[in-house]
């Protein structure tokens, strides 16, 4: 069984950058599409970015376009996410994705997801 341990959350003020990571157990998802989605309280989950499997391809939601940068380390089967320039609105419980294809924007279409870590940014 797939599992997805999110972690790098925490409580950062505006302006400023954290990296979160998604550590995968259980099998080998180097071939697997990862990726990252949020959501913020009374809110639907929104996507965030998703990269394929050798990290040749990506692709951002329209929010967090040019300030956060997906990247992934198949030797160490995780993900990351670097959020720079973050925003009260990018206030929300981030989660991690995975699937051997990626299904983009669709968050319920993943086969594995984790936890959630939570992002609190300041103003």
């Known amino acids: 069984q797939v599992q997805l341990v999110e972690s790098g959350g925490g409580l950062v003020q505006a302006g400023g950058s954290l990296r979160l990571s998604c550590a995968a157990s259980g099998r080998t998802l180097s071939t697997y599409a990862m990726g990252w989605f949020r959501q913020a309280p009374g809110k639907e989950h929104e996507f965030v970015a998703v990269i394929n499997w050798d990290g040749g391809s990506t692709r951002y939601g329209d929010s967090v376009k040019d300030r956060f940068t997906i990247s992934r380390d198949n030797a160490k089967n995780t993900v990351y996410l670097r959020m720079n320039s973050l925003k009260p609105e990018d206030t929300a419980v981030y989660y991690c994705?995975?699937?051997?294809?990626?299904?983009?924007?669709?968050?319920?279409?993943?086969?594995?997801r984790g936890q959630g870590t939570q992002v609190t940014v300041s103003s």
């Open positions: 994705v995975a699937d051997r294809t990626s299904h983009y924007s669709n968050y319920d279409a993943y086969d594995y």
